[in-house]
């Protein structure tokens, strides 16, 4: 685990880090309130995580993921992305139950959208009780209504609508931003499989819809459509 740290601080860019803490809104009171960034690509953590995932067990992912630096939670994250991709049902089992146990550290958008698919999504995809998704999506925590609805992206590519359609309505009067925009990318995933099912699901809740959601979802709307849905001409 050390050595994983050095390579993380080997590839510090402090002028991409100064960016980064302004876009993921690390300022007082903001959803990333005292988020510490190293200035690392996505691509180069990485690699890190693939080279790190076979030396770090579990409890050091642990460790990792208590620590204040965005790169180094997101670095442990994807090493447990890794071990479920090639672990076997047991493996499978720890890495989304201590996943699910950790969610307070599963803190920032793009952690959870970087992982939470493939790992709590691939392993319901593969069983008929999804009921933890509606549970998170109750939860008072923002990071955890954001799993439970992307998480669903996985079910989306194997055409299976009916939870994430199930959870977007009851996340339709969620008060965040970031809520309102992840509903709208799950629905437009939808679309593109079946333009036709996005399109019910938009007239039937369209008054409850929230205007980020909405610009989202119809996105890949040809532009008619487009305007007709913006102006609410159903």
Not at 178 to 185: Q, R, S
Request: proline share 2%; aromatic share 10%.
């Amino acid at each position: 685990m050390e050595q994983l740290r050095r390579d993380l601080r080997e590839l510090v860019n402090e002028e991409k880090a100064k960016v980064m803490q302004r876009f993921f809104k690390t300022g007082f009171g903001q959803y990333g309130e005292c988020d510490v960034f190293l200035g690392l690509t996505v691509p180069q953590q990485r690699k890190i995580a693939q080279e790190a995932s076979k030396r770090v067990c579990i409890a050091e992912i642990g460790i990792l993921l208590g620590s204040e630096i965005h790169e180094e939670r997101l670095v442990a994250l994807l090493i447990l992305v890794d071990k479920f991709r090639k672990g076997s049902g047991e493996l499978r089992d720890l890495v989304y139950n201590f996943y699910l146990e950790n969610t307070s550290r599963v803190n920032n958008w793009d952690l959870v959208d970087l992982t939470a698919p493939k790992i709590v999504g691939e392993y319901l995809l593969e069983r008929n009780n999804r009921d933890v998704l509606f549970r998170l999506a109750l939860s008072e925590n923002l990071w955890e209504r954001r799993i439970a609805i992307v998480s669903t992206y996985s079910f989306i590519r194997a055409r299976q609508f009916d939870d994430t359609l199930k959870i977007s309505k009851m996340l339709l009067e969620d008060s965040h931003d970031l809520i309102h925009k992840a509903v709208g990318w799950m629905l437009r995933e939808i679309g593109k499989r079946d333009e036709k099912v996005l399109e019910d699901f938009l007239i039937d809740n369209y008054p409850h819809l929230p205007r980020t959601t909405l610009r989202y979802a119809i996105e890949r709307f040809e532009e008619g459509k487009r305007l007709r849905f913006l102006r609410g001409e159903l």
